[in-house]
């Protein structure tokens, strides 16, 4: 292959990465120890904190709602679980790439 189709590949690599707003959020071990839960589910549980978490929502062009969202409780769950939290609840929607949410430990 040449140097010229080399450098061509590489960069269309570079640019549908961009378009598409690929991002590598993985959980952690601890966090997925950490499930999602109603307020109902917490309502015996201890609130340890709160936690809020951050991704792009928009390189170059709007990225994908749902893997945003994905990526926003992935986040979320990995930093509850430096709280010592085992469960996490939506405090509020997601806007502009950005989510709260509370974390809580409880029994099982």
């Known amino acids: 292959m040449s140097l010229k189709k080399i450098c061509r590949l590489t960069a269309t690599t570079a640019l549908l ?3 598409t707003g690929c991002t590598y959020v993985q959980l952690t071990e601890a966090g997925s120890q950490v499930r999602q839960a109603s307020a109902a589910d917490v309502s015996t549980c201890q609130m340890v904190g709160s936690v809020s978490s951050q991704t792009k929502d928009k390189v ?3 990225r994908n709602s749902g893997k945003v969202r994905e990526e926003l409780i992935v986040l979320a769950r990995n930093r509850a ?8 609840v ?7 790439g950005v989510q709260n949410f509370k974390a809580y430990r409880c029994q099982d």
């Not at 939506?90 to 502009?96: N, R, S």
């Open 60 to 62: 170059v062009v709007d």
């Open 17 to 19: 990465s961009l378009l």
């Open 81 to 88: 679980a430096d709280l010592g939290a085992n469960a996490l």
């Open 90 to 96: 939506e405090d509020g929607a997601a806007a502009d």
